[in-house]
């Protein structure tokens, strides 16, 4: 056998390797390790081996898994996720009105600030502004905070600075 043909035949195998699910390459080689371990082990207290090259085994078979790792044969597939629509709509109308603190936390919202910067500002606890963004959610009929700032543009919002008690 020439040297392309053996290149050719290891690049099939890393490939059918790499087919094979993540879950049962590492339970492939956790059960292969554990028979070489127990094997190994029974040669140690049956004194067919000292321990220097029972530890010894041991770190060469943990080099080769790190060297598998390296070279991408233990690596997930990447999965491109892809971020969800947000759909804007010019006709958007609110079904019930919001509060006056509602509107304030919008205002922080669209400003780009974070929970606490919105509690620190209003002089409330975090948990409070989490209780009004989920009010806020439901009456804007959102799911989330990007959501909101877009909803929020559409209705005409404007981005002005929050205002401190």
Same mark, same amino acid.
Not at 11 to 31: D, M, T, V
Not at 82 to 105: F, W, Y
Not at 145 to 158: M, S, T
């Given at each position: ?9 290891? @690049?099939?195998?890393?490939? *059918? ?7 049962? *390459? ?13 094997? #190994? ?11 220097? #090259?029972? =530890? ?20 997930? *597939? ?20 919001? =509060?006056?603190?509602? *509107?304030?936390?919008? @205002? ?10 919105? +509690?620190?500002? @209003? /002089?409330?606890?975090?948990? =409070?502004?989490?209780? /009004? ?9 959102? +799911? ?8 929020? @543009? ?12």
């Amino acid at each position: 056998m020439n040297k392309e043909a053996k290149a050719s035949i290891w @690049q099939e195998i890393l490939q *059918r390797i790499r087919n094979i699910p993540l879950i049962l *390459r590492y339970g492939l080689i956790l059960s292969l390790g554990l028979v070489l371990v127990k094997t #190994l082990e029974y040669q140690l207290f049956s004194y067919r081996f000292s321990m220097e #090259l029972y =530890t010894g085994l041991l770190a060469v078979f943990f080099l080769l898994v790190g060297i598998a790792t390296g070279l991408g044969w233990l690596q997930t *597939r990447k999965v491109k996720m892809d971020k969800p629509d947000i759909k804007r709509s010019s006709e958007t109308v609110i079904e019930e009105p919001l =509060t006056a603190k509602e *509107r304030t936390i919008l @205002q922080g919202l669209l400003a780009g600030m974070s929970n606490q910067q919105i +509690a620190d500002s @209003q /002089h409330v606890s975090v948990n =409070t502004i989490k209780t /009004h963004l989920k009010n806020l959610y439901r009456k804007l009929s959102v +799911a989330n905070r990007a959501e909101a700032v877009a909803k929020a @543009q559409d209705l005409g919002f404007e981005n002005r600075p929050v205002q401190v008690k």
